[in-house]
């Protein structure tokens, strides 16, 4: 068995010739890939928010301003966090910090005056006209330290006492974030914490002692609120009550439809006129759908699969258990938000408030999201100056 320090066996690079230049950078793919979707998300959101920015604020450019300045801010963290040595994220001090400090923020969301409220959910905090998502930052500081930990345990990670501490830290977590309440991001945590136990060597039989069990909370989960009951019935015909709950898949549909082979074209969506809620944010995968078509969504994922299929190369190239786990984690948190969210617009799945990352409103998601690619670049250089 490797130590966290040596070269990771399953991953060395086979069959290099002396003809093959040193690369002395990361992979170029991810950064352009992540400049791509988050510039594109500037446009997005211009585009899906400005008539209910000018009809809510009378700003029509109230919604883009906070986008360009969270894509300003992400350009920023993805190039320092490109540079940074994220080896020392490892650390002991860093990695429980990493994990702490978002449950903290996570309680204190529910501090009268601090925490704020929006639709009947308590998931932000407000630092005078900031505001904060503490379950965005919760996701990959769960990364750091289940990376961290089990990269040092990798022979404990065999029984079920070693798996024991990135269990409680993942639910401690999700438990904080399910009474916001937030079930999505409950769901996308829950799955990153099992999928991270695997990847870390724990064993079969221990994963589905603990999946089987997780599998049977959600549908108790949905019975506890009546209004996931509500969401449910909105997916499985929401038809039935097309002006209450069924009314957003639907409107989502009408937009997806309207946009055929090649879209509307730019700025033309129909739906994005205050008949689609939150266009600009968990549903904006609609209005792209509207204005580009079925072509340019296509394109949209393409580039959305690359990055993944990016992240999943530096995660199988990466020389140390450590570095295989963190690019995975990031990887994983990516892939499974943009993976839901396209879902839930399609009506694959019952409807949950999921932003598409890069894309999407919301400044905490883009800057961290960003940052994280950064890391994912470092790492591939690290992967490069070893080949």
Same mark, same amino acid.
């Given at each position: 068995?490797?130590?966290?320090?040596?070269?990771?066996?399953?991953?060395? *690079?086979?069959?290099? $010739?002396?003809?093959?230049?040193?690369?002395?950078?990361?992979?170029p793919v991810i950064l352009v890939c992540t400049l791509f979707l988050s510039a594109f998300g500037v446009l997005a959101v211009h585009s899906a928010s400005?008539? $209910?920015?000018?009809?809510?604020?009378?700003?029509?450019?109230?919604?883009?301003?906070?986008?360009?300045?969270?894509?300003?801010?992400?350009? +920023?963290?993805?190039?320092l966090c490109a540079k940074f040595d994220y080896k020392k994220l490892s650390g002991k001090k860093i990695r429980y910090v990493a994990l702490i400090l978002p449950m903290v923020l996570l309680a204190l969301v529910f501090v009268p005056g601090i925490g704020k409220s929006n639709y009947g959910a308590t998931r932000w905090i407000g630092i005078g006209s900031i505001t904060i998502q503490p379950s965005e930052l919760a996701k990959y500081g769960f990364v750091i330290f289940a990376s961290a930990y089990? =990269?040092?345990?990798?022979?404990?990670?065999? $029984?079920f006492k070693g798996v024991l501490p990135v269990l409680l830290a993942g639910g401690a977590i999700c438990l904080l974030i399910i009474i916001e309440p937030n079930m999505s991001v409950t769901m996308c945590v829950g799955l990153l914490m099992l999928v991270m136990l695997f990847l870390g060597g724990m064993q079969v039989k221990h994963f589905m002692l603990i999946?089987?069990?997780?599998?049977?909370? *959600?549908? +108790?989960?949905?019975? *506890?609120?009546?209004?996931?009951?509500?969401?449910?019935?909105?997916?499985?015909?929401?038809?039935?009550?097309?002006?209450?709950?069924?009314?957003?898949?639907?409107? =989502?549909?009408?937009?997806?439809?309207?946009?055929?082979?090649?879209?509307?074209?730019?700025?033309?969506?129909?739906?994005?006129?205050?008949?689609?809620?939150?266009?600009?944010?968990?549903?904006?995968?609609?209005?792209?759908g509207e204005e580009f078509g079925f072509i340019g969504t296509l394109i949209l994922f393409t580039v959305c699969a690359v990055l993944i299929l990016r992240g999943i190369k530096v995660a199988a190239n990466a020389d140390d258990f450590f570095s295989f786990l963190l690019s995975s984690g990031i990887t994983l948190v990516y892939g499974i938000q943009t993976v839901i969210n396209a879902l839930v617009v399609s009506g694959s799945i019952p409807p949950t408030g999921l932003p598409l990352p890069?894309? =999407?409103?919301?400044?905490?998601?883009?800057?961290? $999201?960003?940052?994280?690619?950064? +890391?994912?670049?470092?790492?591939?250089?690290r992967n490069a100056r070893r080949a």
């Open positions: 068995m490797p130590s966290p320090q040596t070269p990771f066996p399953m991953t060395t *690079i086979q069959g290099a $010739t002396s003809s093959n230049k040193r690369r002395l950078h990361g992979d400005s008539y $209910t920015a000018k009809v809510q604020y009378g700003d029509e450019w109230y919604f883009t301003t906070k986008q360009l300045i969270g894509f300003l801010l992400g350009v +920023v963290a993805l190039f089990m =990269s040092e345990r990798m022979g404990k990670m065999r $029984t999946f089987i069990p997780a599998l049977l909370v *959600i549908p +108790v989960l949905i019975m *506890i609120e009546p209004y996931r009951l509500s969401r449910l019935s909105a997916f499985l015909d929401p038809w039935e009550n097309p002006k209450g709950e069924g009314y957003q898949l639907i409107q =989502s549909l009408y937009a997806l439809g309207n946009g055929g082979w090649f879209g509307t074209g730019l700025f033309r969506s129909r739906q994005k006129y205050r008949f689609l809620p939150f266009a600009e944010s968990d549903f904006i995968l609609s209005v792209i890069l894309i =999407s409103s919301g400044n905490t998601s883009l800057i961290i $999201t960003m940052a994280s690619m950064g +890391v994912l670049y470092a790492i591939s250089a």
